[in-house]
Each structure stands twice: as C-alpha cells, then as structure tokens.
C-alpha cells in the first residue's frame, strides 16, 4: 500500500473511512449544523477551562470546542453525552468545519458508545486473509490465521499490553522468505497509522494534541538487534507511551531456534515455522475496488473490545497450568523449557496469558463481547496442534529429561533456597504471605529465594499472587 498517499490522519473523502467513521461523522456535523442543545461525542485534550468534541477517539477532521468552567471535565477519550447552548466567538476567519461558535457546557455524562456494538466490517475474514497473502502459496492455513492476528491484534489483559507477538521461523527454500511475509504484512497498511508522537489540530483554545492510534505493529528480522519497543513488549509484556495494544511480528533465516531460553523465542505469544511448501508470485493480487479495504478491516476490529471476567481468568490459568505441564510429560522434555523467560514459560505472564491474548484476539475476530472458556479450550487445542508442529522442528534442540542434572542444579541451592522449594512442594500451592508464615523469614530473603527457584524452574507462578513447585 506504499502507492497510496500517507493521509490516515488526514482522511478528507468519503471511501477512505470504514462505513462506521463516515456514518459517525455525518451525524457528528448534523450537531453542528443544526446547533443542537445536547450533543455527543469523545472527549479530548481536557484542560481546566473546556475541551474538544470529537466523534471517535481517532478522527479529528471535525470537532466541536466546548466551554465548561466550574464543571468537573470526565477523562479523556471518554464517550459523553453534554448540554448546554451555542455561542459565536466573533472571529472574521472560521475554523475548518465552518462553525465559528463554540459550545457552553451546562452539563456532562458519562455513556457508553452502544453504536461500536452493532458494527461489521466491510469485507469478509476471508477476504481480508487472502489481500494479506497475497502472491503467496500454499502457506499452512494454520500459520495463515496465527499472522493474521497480528493485525487483529487482542486488547490489554491481566496488567499487560495487549496484541499479538509472532516469531516465525523459516522452512522454506527461499532464505528470506519469513522475514519478507513478516514485514509485508506491515506494508499491507499506511505508514500513518504508525507515525510517532502526538498529531495536532488547531481550535479556538490553540493547538490540541490527541493521541495517535493505540495499535502499534512491529515487524522484521529477529537475526537482528531488536528495537526498543519491541524488546519491552515481548520481554517485559510493556508499552511506552500511549499504545495499548502491541504486536510484533519477526522472521528469521533460520529454520529453528539457537536458543530457547532468548528473545524473541521466549517472549513471543506464538513461535511458527514457514513450512517448506509456501512460495511467492509477485503476479498472484487480490484487488478491492477500495485500496484502503484491509486497513478498514483493521480499524473496525480493533473497535470490538471483548472482554474477560475473573471467573473466566480464574478456570484458564487453571485448564493451561495442567494442560501446558502435561506437554511436558507427553513429550518427555526437561523442565528447564517452563521457566520464567523460557520457552514453554507456565508462569501465568508466560504461555498461559500468550494463550489468553489469542482467545481475546478470535473473540475480536468472531465479534463476542465477552471471552467464554470454550474458546479458550479452542485457542489451546490449536496452540497444541501448532507446538506438535514444532517439535517435529526443533526435537533435535529441545531439551530432553534429565533428573541428574536437575539433582545436581538442587544440590547447588542455599540452604534457604531448599527450604523454600521443599515449602511450596508441600504446601502444594501456596502465597508468599503463607510461606513468610511457615518460613519466619523476612520479605527479602524469601523474595529473593523464589527469583532464583523461579528462574532455575524449580517453583512457578500458576496465576498472581501464588505460587507451585516443580517436581525435580
């Protein structure tokens, strides 16, 4: 989509907004033009003497300046319903929308966009995966749907940035063609969907900044430093600024890892292998008569925020603690894969929430408004399906059972560290207010005991707060 000119922000035609902008944007200037006395629409850039209008979070062609002194102002980006009366500003030069008043706030409230829950995208799922593999053949239709929600993308969960990180490895035998499918994808969308920092727009009050988009996409080559965003999202499951969602997507030369215990392996939510069989034709395009056809397709998904509740949290982390241990046994591998930052990580942050992050990410896709377990169940049997992939890969690499080294890596732990281990084992699952109990030690010593059996894979946290031992 490099062809197009880079306006996402700057959008002034009808075609290049999904159905849902345009239809808001009209009704947002039927506000205006027939001065209503009750108005809505987003909040932005709150200051203590009024704020901005808006009709979605992202789109500012048009806009309303509002007054509101000795009113409590609501967060931004919050969706309200305001009333209040129309007044000019007497300036010879109007604003871009034309108004030249602003709009006097008697009274705000809070309300939630019940609009985002009846739309649909313009194009199908379908059509949406074939415009991104475009030119490309016999792609696993597997990895197919794991790349494509990168785009997707899964929104924040359990304290952690949401979106979909991808390390995909290369089976095929054209040397780069996991990284060129990996950084294709991003170029499928405008460069201005990614644009740093903070845009501008200028109303009555002066220059008002409003946050860029809070999706961001990180593709290219893992063989190479990785950028600072991506590192804090797959390493620490983070975002500066004011992303809320983060994908990353690497390819790699390689057809398995060097090391499963490094980025990007471990931070990834999914690691795919390019089966040997995908090729690329250039000549091979699927074309829309609407060239901006798969960024809409992202901008409207990105609206479903499906959500999960603690019950649901609270049966997943359960169902993947004892489903991700059996992959242990069934496969016959040493336990040093389920540590903290390693590649089968069964701490809660780990593939557990990886797991979640994909279930949020097909609920998106399948527009349900609140994650259920079954799907959860779903997402794993395919994350399953997809690791049994994998270890046809990698069996050579992974680590085998070992009970002599885990015996001599115990005998090398304090006496404090034993104690410890030897604790949670018995407690079966326990909190560290529990073990402080028991144990009689102080906050430092205890939390620096579990970092290092959680590191060594001795010990793991099933879900926050607690804690379980690794049988060695």
């Given amino acids: 989509m490099s062809y197009l000119p880079f306006r996402f922000l700057k959008r002034a035609f009808y075609p290049e907004f999904t159905s849902l902008e345009f239809q808001r944007i009209l009704s947002f200037k039927k506000q205006i033009t ?19 209008l808006i009709p979605l979070p992202h789109i500012t062609q048009i806009y309303i300046n509002c007054s ?11 969706f309200i319903l305001i009333e209040g009366n129309w007044k000019p500003y007497y300036q010879k030069e109007t604003m871009t929308t034309g108004t030249g008043w602003f709009f006097v706030v008697e009274n705000i409230k809070l309300k939630e ?20 593999f475009q030119g490309w053949f016999d792609v696993d239709p597997l990895l197919k749907g794991y790349l494509a929600r990168e785009l997707i993308s899964s929104p924040p969960v359990l304290n952690r940035v949401g979106g979909i990180a991808n390390s995909l490895y ?4 054209s040397k780069k063609a996991a990284i060129h499918l990996q950084t294709g994808l991003r170029k499928k969308l405008s460069r201005d969907l990614f644009k740093v920092g903070r845009q501008k727009f200028k109303t009555l009050w002066g220059s008002h900044p409003i946050s860029p988009y809070g999706w961001y996409l990180v593709t290219g080559n893992s063989g190479k430093k990785l950028s600072f965003t991506a590192r804090e999202r797959l390493l620490k499951g983070r975002s500066f600024g004011v992303h809320r969602e983060v994908s990353v997507g690497l390819g790699n030369e390689r057809k398995q890892p060097t090391n499963f215990s490094s980025l990007p392996v471990t931070g990834a939510d999914i690691v795919t292998v390019l089966n040997e069989e ?3 034709k250039k000549d091979n395009r699927v074309i829309f008569d609407d060239p901006f056809a798969i960024m809409k397709y992202v901008l409207t998904m990105h609206t479903f925020q499906p959500i999960i509740d603690e019950q649901t949290i609270t049966l997943s982390l359960n169902y993947l603690d004892e489903k991700l241990n059996r992959l242990l046994e069934e496969y016959d591998l040493n336990s040093v894969i389920l540590a903290d930052n390693a590649f089968l990580n069964i701490n809660h942050w780990g593939r557990p929430l990886s797991i979640i992050r994909l279930s949020l990410s097909m609920a998106r896709l399948e527009r349900i408004p ?13 994350y399953e399906k997809n690791f049994d992939s994998l270890y046809m890969t990698f069996r050579d690499i992974l680590p085998k059972t070992s009970k002599e080294v885990r015996g001599r890596l115990f005998e090398k732990l304090s006496l404090t560290e034993r104690r410890v281990w030897r604790t ?7 909190t560290f207010l529990e073990l402080k109990i028991v144990l009689k030690l102080s906050d430092i010593k205890l939390q620096a005991a579990i970092e290092t ?3 060594h894979a001795l010990i793991y946290s099933p879900r926050p707060g607690y804690y379980k031992a690794i049988n060695i």
């Fill in 170 to 173: 290369n089976a095929s035998p």
């Fill in 453 to 455: 059996l959680r590191l």
């Fill in 424 to 430: 949670i084992n018995k407690l079966g699952l326990c």
């Fill in 68 to 78: 509101s002194y000795s009113i409590k102002l609501p967060p931004e980006n919050a």
């Fill in 34 to 52: 027939e001065r209503h006395k009750t108005l809505m629409g987003y909040c932005t850039d709150p200051k203590e003497d009024g704020f901005v």
């Fill in 113 to 132: 966009d019940q609009f985002l829950n009846v739309i649909t995208p313009e194009i199908s799922y379908d059509e949406f995966e074939s415009a991104l």
């Fill in 278 to 280: 995908a090729d690329y």
């Fill in 370 to 382: 609140k994650l259920t377990f079954d799907t959860i169940k779903r997402v794993y049997n395919s």
